[in-house]
């Protein structure tokens, strides 16, 4: 910590002091209370961890977990800054605010376009577990007490990694027990959904606990483009202690505009065979959401969502603007799918031919899907693909082999049946 920093710190401490006054005033409780438990599944903090490791650009992270509380590192390469206290407000606007500032704040953070978030009120929740979050980087250690004022410590980790940024949050919360606290997080450790799949920087999430251990990893085994579509095939490992299972899909993905790194994407599921199977998954924002999009494959966009992380606000019309996109990419990248030869005729068990139900949110990807079936040849016939207007449905499988396409065309007149 340089002098100009350690002065800064200074005056943000006395700051927040200040501020944690109010805040334990019985009129303001309320906010403490609402900020740290606006999550309905306990230990969401998880997700928060590895959303701002992925903005540190790690690429490896790993929890450990014992009785007395949870470590977490990563070797992120972007490391813990401050900024001047003084300039907090402008700084904010020009993306300038430095990250003891903003986790020592409430809902004060950079919002960077390449990036998810800044330790935004998310990182609040893990004071559901403990009352003073402890941070070892290489530039500063400290630890956070009533909430929001940072305290520098003396000593660093002894075992800490030169390049290692460490979290610890020791359960020392006075109405959360340590067996609940190790309990609740054990069970979102082995629990988590996909944590890497749409992280571009993360590709490992390893945890330990007292007798258990497991991990999350992600490759990639093919990686082509198409025009301004990203096709790659991906592999999702997830192992607890000797059970290990595997998940392959083919995730297509197109950037928001040419002047950002933001990314929105479809995946697609594979069987041990690499054919398409139908798996429904919420919609993702990097992280699951409980937005039930009735589809037979996987979304991510960054979303707009409610404060609680769990919904798409529905009036954002950045959001109206995600589905649209959204769907003309799942549209797009049937084509892809067809030249990769993954197109059958259980294409209807992937795509949303039939109109949705519900709130119709999700309803353009029905009709931007049907509109590539009007107009391209995507319709799998015995040798080769065909239009909408020239293919025709067999009931019956024994139908196949009883006509031929030539006896086909004779019996409805159309030379191009198929």
Not at 139 to 155: A, G, R, W
Request: charged fraction near 30%; hydrophobic fraction near 35%; include cysteine.
């Amino acid at each position: 910590m340089t002098e100009q920093e350690e002065n800064w710190f200074n005056i943000l401490k006395k700051d927040r002091e200040d501020n944690a006054k109010i805040l334990d005033k019985p009129s303001m409780r309320g906010i403490k209370k609402s900020v740290v438990e606006k999550y309905s599944d306990q230990a969401h903090f998880i997700y928060e961890l590895l959303q701002n490791a992925n903005d540190a650009k790690a690429t490896k992270s790993e929890f450990e977990l014992n009785t007395d509380g949870l470590y977490f590192k990563h070797d992120g390469k972007i490391l813990f800054s401050i900024s001047n206290p003084e300039k907090e407000d402008e700084d904010q606007q020009h993306n300038r605010l430095g990250h003891i500032n903003s986790i020592t704040s409430i809902a004060n953070s950079n919002k960077f376009e390449s990036s998810i978030g800044k330790f935004g009120v998310g990182f609040k929740s893990v004071f559901q577990y403990t009352e003073t979050p402890h941070i070892y980087d290489p530039n500063f250690q400290f630890k956070i007490e009533k909430f929001i004022v940072p305290v520098k410590l003396e000593n660093d980790l002894p075992n800490r990694q030169d390049d290692e940024t460490v979290f610890y949050f020791p359960f020392n919360k006075p109405d959360m027990p340590k067996e609940r606290a190790y309990s609740d997080i054990l069970e979102k450790l082995k629990t988590l959904v996909f944590p890497t799949l749409f992280l571009p920087i993360l590709q490992e999430v390893a945890w330990c606990a007292s007798n258990e251990k497991g991990s999350y990893t992600k490759r990639s085994l093919k990686k082509e483009q198409k025009e301004d579509i990203t096709y790659e095939q991906i592999e999702l490992y997830r192992q607890i202690g000797a059970n290990k299972t595997t998940e392959r899909l083919y995730l297509f993905s197109r950037p928001i505009n040419e002047n950002q790194n933001l990314i929105y994407s479809i995946g697609y599921f594979l069987d041990e065979k690499g054919k398409l199977i139908p798996k429904q998954f919420p919609a993702f924002c990097y992280f699951p959401t409980k937005e039930t999009t009735g589809l037979n494959f996987i979304l991510h966009a960054p979303f707009l969502l409610t404060d609680s992380r769990e919904n798409i606000h529905r009036s954002k019309e950045h959001n109206t603007k995600m589905i649209d996109l959204l769907s003309q990419l799942a549209a797009d990248s049937l084509l892809i799918l067809k030249d990769l030869k993954l197109i059958d005729d259980n294409i209807t068990e992937i795509i949303p031919y039939k109109m949705p139900v519900g709130d119709g949110f999700f309803a353009p990807f029905h009709h931007k899907i049907k509109q590539k079936f009007d107009k391209e040849k995507i319709l799998p016939a015995k040798d080769e693909y065909v239009g909408k207007g020239n293919a025709y449905w067999a009931e019956d499988n024994s139908v196949i082999e009883l006509f031929s396409d030539e006896q086909l065309a004779d019996l409805i007149k159309n030379q191009n049946a198929k």
